[in-house]
């Protein structure tokens, strides 16, 4: 993969930053959208409008969710005299007899595991790849890399059926001893990335006082990779709370249901008459995705920038 | 004991003792990519030589999963309709993805404002959620027809419920998580350097022959990559598809992703046998895919004076 050598445009941009070129923002002469939509006078309609058109089933299913299930086919974005808080109230029972907070538990648990076995394993993993120099460093560097090119369907039915010898079905264990085991090469590459750019002068003069790796990976390392480490634990908690495929194999008990495959049974078992609630459901499973993102949104965008994924 | 003599054996013994200190940071990461992913790929591989229920013991039937698959109509189907998928979300994410983050390059105010409003959707765009939002807006009193019912069009069938267009929603909802890979393409633009614009600008040069010979070669690795991820990304696309058709893949077969083929053979029907040859058939697919894609563009794609 050679591609993923180099996930830096390889330029000679540093060379216009040392000359104090602005190169952050550019002239506004160039690029595809000419004429008109260059200007800025139509620029920020235009990208205002464009965002309008992408939010505008979010901020309806919102809306839909404030209003009683018979306002379905109101399309507009303003509750008004409908306003209700009961769609949010049914959606607060949950399904089948599990309530929405115990969906929301079972998923918050499987997350915090997740971002906890990623962090620790996947940082071990990045230290050795960025900080030893080791036998067969360079091969299971690639192999680490290839793995992110596995399909995770193709490795499913062995995992399921190991899991199952075990006695794991319908609980997390299947969802979270993988990520204790850095089988996520995503978070093994970004951490590698951010450790290589720490200076190596301060582990070797941390050597030269007699500090193991250990130390050096605990007092140094991980101190100075905070924001990184926050990033991957963002990017994690992320794809965990949505994760539908892993969950909708191992857990088939109600009880034991996170909250993608509850707002799942509730979107199969209601018809048109319990729309409300199952967005009231909806809105509050993308709460926490929506704050994390509000709180953190220019460490996750540098993390996509300097890796060139997303999680 | 001689100095030279010394330094050797410590330097040696260091090395031993880095190679031991790397292998237990990897330990984790070692013991993971045997049992969670190698080991499970090869006994996936023998499972495709096998018919397998689930209980008792697998039976060897040599190739006869594969030739099973090689003539079962809804693998083709489920074949076709991941191509079709693939060869269309992603192009429109890249495309998308290239024109607003040119648009939002050039000095434009309020930038990281966009930039995280654009980039939201790739962050819930996969969920269920946002799944049963789709399949509420493109259903037959959904938003969709309500707002072309506004502009004058009457449209009263469901969009998730025609064969003809139900993929299409799905291609639409992929689009609309073009975020990620503009954010990619935003921090490659600023690496380009002004001055090489200035030149072409002084040669004559318009600004759709700069896009052309200036960002589109700067921008090639970027985008060449955030193709490669994208691809894999949709070979294996499933919740969406499995949301939206209760499960089936329908109507009429037409969001029937290869994946959703797969567990429906692996987790309905206990195929484990037939499902492991459907999961290789999908791994040589992406890596053959992905292959082709590195060479087949490495004459376009421009490394840069120190590559």
Sequence with gaps: ????????????????????????????????????????????????????FMFYPLAWMVTASLRPDAAINNFSLWPGRDFTLANYARAWQGVAGVTFVRLFLNSLVVAAATVAGNLLSCAMAAYAFSRIDFKFRGTLFSIMLVTLMVPYHAVLIPQYLMFRQFHWLNTFLPLIV?????????????????????PTELDQAAHIDGAGHLRIFCTIILPLSVPALATAAIFSFIHSWNDFFAPL???TRTANFTLPLGLRAVGDSSAESAFGALFAMSVLSLLPVIGIFIAFQRLLVEGIATTGMKG | MKHGQAGKRRFSRQRVADNVAAYLFLSPFLAGLVAIIAGPMASSLYLSFTDYGGFGLPEWVGLENYARAFGDPRMWTAARVTVTYTATAVPSVVLFALLLATAL???????????????????????????????????????????????????????????S?????LVVLQTW?????????????????????EAASVDGAGRFQQFVFITLPMLSPLILFSTVMAMIGALQAFNAAYIISGGSGGPAD?????????????????????????????????ATATAALITGTRRWVHYGESA
Excluded: C
């Design chain 1, 178 to 198: 993988p990520k204790l085991l850095a089988t996520d090469a995503f978070y093994i590459f970004l951490l590698t990335q951010f450790f290589r750019s720490i």
């Design chain 1, 1 to 52: 993969m050679g591609a993923l050598r180099r996930e830096r445009v390889s330029t000679p941009g540093g060379i216009a930053l040392a000359a104090g070129r602005p190169v952050r923002t550019r002239g506004g002469r160039h690029g595809l959208v000419g004429g008109i939509a260059a200007h800025p006078l139509f620029r920020h309609p235009l990208l205002i409008g464009f965002a309008w």
């Design chain 2, 254 to 286: 037409s969001t029937l992703y290869f994946t959703l083929y797969l567990y429906q053979q692996g987790f309905v029907n206990f195929q484990f046998g037939y499902a492991s040859a459907l999961g290789w058939l999908l791994i040589l697919t992406i």
């Design chain 2, 177 to 197: 998580q073009f975020g990620s890979a503009m954010v990619i393409f935003l921090a490659g633009l600023r690496q380009i350097p002004r001055s090489y614009y």
């Design chain 2, 165 to 169: 267009t139900a993929l299409g929603t």
């Design chain 2, 105 to 163: 390059n050039r000095g434009v105010g309020f930038l990281p404002v966009y930039r995280a409003v654009f980039y939201v959707p790739s962050l819930i765009g996969g969920s269920v959620a946002v799944a049963l939002l789709w399949r509420q807006v493109f259903g037959a009193t959904g938003l969709l027809n309500h707002a072309l019912n506004l502009i004058g069009i009457q449209h009263q069938t469901s969009w998730i419920g025609s064969p």
């Design chain 1, 249 to 251: 194999v191992y857990l």
